[in-house]
């Protein structure tokens, strides 16, 4: 499996230095979408939009999405509304709020009809990004896996992992590219303590580090390794 382009986005105020992959605009506006749509979504679902955009410009791969949270603003809402007697609940919010909403806009925009699957692991999301890419690659060349995840909410402030500021990376990746890097799955110690969950800047950094050190995830562990160099560039 070979990583063969990606993209990012990372709504940070204060970051200054970033690989240009990586869009750090806190506020970002999915151009391709429109205006009706794109004011449906939230920043994290415009940015996820931009990256699919950017990465598929013709729009004829299968994508698969993770989220740990998906967009738990949205779903507070709709518990506040809930408790409120005489406020209704909006069924365009709810729409918005289960898991595979952003995928469901974004194939609205492009009339896309390819595979699109929302995942969901406790966790485990790249892991699972992996190993659902591995079984697409198996019949098909190229697909995008797209991670994304927002800030917690105030009510969630301290309860559960959140990264810091919301953010989003999508990966290209393909079957046979032999001049992209390869994406290797190495085993971790089976008798450590449960290790930490990677959320969408820590794979970010990974990226920008041209994967230097491997990501450690809960179940193994990821290492970027360089296409080897051809005789031309030897000589």
């Given at each position: 499996m070979r990583l063969t382009d990606w993209r990012a986005w990372q709504a940070s105020a204060t970051r200054t230095t970033h690989d240009g992959r990586t869009d750090i605009t806190p506020s970002p506006r999915a151009e391709q979408v429109p205006a009706m749509l794109r004011r449906r979504l939230s920043p994290v679902g415009q940015a996820c939009c931009k990256l699919l955009f950017t990465l598929d410009p013709e729009g004829d791969l299968p994508i698969i999405h993770a989220s740990r949270h998906g967009d738990t603003s949205k779903i507070l809402a709709l518990l506040d509304s809930a408790t409120q007697p005489q406020e209704a609940l909006s069924p365009a919010r709810f729409s918005l709020s289960v898991h595979n909403a952003i995928l469901g806009m974004y194939s609205i925009t492009r009339q896309s009809h390819q595979p699109l699957e929302a995942l969901a692991a406790?966790?485990?999301?790249?892991?699972?990004?992996?190993?659902?890419?591995?079984?697409?690659?198996?019949?098909?060349?190229?697909?995008?896996?797209?991670?994304?995840?927002?800030?917690?909410?105030?009510?969630?402030?301290?309860?559960?992992?959140?990264?810091?500021?919301?953010?989003?990376v999508a990966m290209r990746l393909s079957r046979t590219s032999p001049e992209a890097p390869r994406l290797a799955a190495l085993p971790v110690d089976a008798e450590e303590p449960a290790r930490h969950a990677p959320t969408p800047i820590e794979v970010i950094e990974w990226l920008e580090a041209a994967g230097r050190t491997p990501l450690v995830c809960r179940r193994q562990a990821w290492q970027l390794n360089s296409p080897p160099a051809t005789d031309a560039a030897l000589q």
């Amino acid at each position: 499996m070979r990583l063969t382009d990606w993209r990012a986005w990372q709504a940070s105020a204060t970051r200054t230095t970033h690989d240009g992959r990586t869009d750090i605009t806190p506020s970002p506006r999915a151009e391709q979408v429109p205006a009706m749509l794109r004011r449906r979504l939230s920043p994290v679902g415009q940015a996820c939009c931009k990256l699919l955009f950017t990465l598929d410009p013709e729009g004829d791969l299968p994508i698969i999405h993770a989220s740990r949270h998906g967009d738990t603003s949205k779903i507070l809402a709709l518990l506040d509304s809930a408790t409120q007697p005489q406020e209704a609940l909006s069924p365009a919010r709810f729409s918005l709020s289960v898991h595979n909403a952003i995928l469901g806009m974004y194939s609205i925009t492009r009339q896309s009809h390819q595979p699109l699957e929302a995942l969901a692991a406790c966790g485990d999301e790249f892991d699972a990004l992996m190993s659902e890419a591995l079984g697409y690659l198996g019949e098909r060349e190229e697909v995008i896996v797209l991670f994304s995840d927002i800030a917690a909410p105030e009510a969630f402030q301290h309860h559960g992992d959140y990264p810091e500021h919301a953010s989003a990376v999508a990966m290209r990746l393909s079957r046979t590219s032999p001049e992209a890097p390869r994406l290797a799955a190495l085993p971790v110690d089976a008798e450590e303590p449960a290790r930490h969950a990677p959320t969408p800047i820590e794979v970010i950094e990974w990226l920008e580090a041209a994967g230097r050190t491997p990501l450690v995830c809960r179940r193994q562990a990821w290492q970027l390794n360089s296409p080897p160099a051809t005789d031309a560039a030897l000589q």
